[in-house]
């Protein structure tokens, strides 16, 4: 087993000297800890280390573990939401970070009501193009953002992407920084009912140009547990 509280260490140190550069003080960013594939009683151990969000990128794996862990710890969905999964999925995850249609937005509004819920959910945007088959299209984020200010059990709080998978640091610089500007857009038309509070990215490989960008949440999976076994 990778060495946990190592590995941790030097990400919550990473953190520490990255964040202050974009103006956040270290305890404002929200490490959430990507357990995919991770067994039950290593999530446990990096509990028992001071991680307090859990982000799943499968509802089905989650609920798994969701039933296992007693903790009280935040949990994330991070992964493409298929609408016949919403009501578990609402049912356990504290944030949805991948709301990319209407039509998702609805049916979690839906369930969400009926749960008696009032779900946080962020707005993921694609900017990366042709990488990932997800995420809102920039041109229709803000059709889809005034869409979303008509729901009454569903609170927007921010925007999540993903970088593309290159080495090309200036290109994924390029994408977060094109997030914070669309938040700043956004925040500046003062839509009912959202707010522009969390801007979810960066992963292992690129967090700290995340950070610079003005990331305030980060998904760590493998920089914390290692690789994953591929599944
Ligand atoms: C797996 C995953 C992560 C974490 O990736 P690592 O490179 O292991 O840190 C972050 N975000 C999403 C959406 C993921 O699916």
């Not at 990473?14 to 305890?27: H, P, R, Y």
């Not at 356990?92 to 008696?116: C, G």
């Not at 992407?161 to 094109?178: I, S």
């Not at 700043?184 to 490989?205: A, C, P, R, W």
Request: proline content about 1%; glycine content about 6%.
């Amino acid at each position: 087993m990778d060495n946990l509280k190592e590995n941790l260490d030097k990400i919550l140190q990473n953190i520490k000297e990255k964040a202050s550069k974009s103006g956040w003080a270290a305890e404002e960013i929200t490490l959430v800890a990507v357990t995919k594939t991770v067994g039950i009683e290593e999530i446990k151990e990096a509990i028992a280390l001071g991680i307090r969000d859990i982000g799943e990128n499968k509802v089905q794996e989650a609920l798994a573990k969701y039933s296992n862990i007693k903790e009280k710890v935040n949990w994330h969905l991070i992964g493409h939401l298929q609408t016949n999964k919403v009501k578990p999925a609402v049912r356990i995850f504290d944030l949805i970070h991948s709301v990319d249609t209407w039509k998702l937005a609805q049916e979690i509004d839906r369930q969400a009501r009926r749960q008696n819920k009032i779900q946080k959910i962020l707005v993921e945007i694609n900017l990366s193009g042709e990488v990932s088959k997800y995420g809102c299209p920039k041109e229709e984020a803000f059709s889809l953002i005034r869409d979303i200010t008509k729901l009454t059990n569903t609170r927007l709080l921010g925007l999540m992407t993903m970088a593309p998978l290159t080495d090309n640091q200036g290109l994924v610089r390029g994408v977060f920084r094109q997030l914070k500007d669309l938040s700043i857009k956004i925040n500046d038309q003062h839509f009912n009912n959202v707010e522009m509070k969390y801007l979810s990215m960066g992963m292992t490989g690129d967090f700290e140009i995340a950070l610079e960008e003005g990331a305030n949440i980060l998904r760590i999976g493998t920089g914390i547990f290692g690789e994953r076994k591929v599944k």
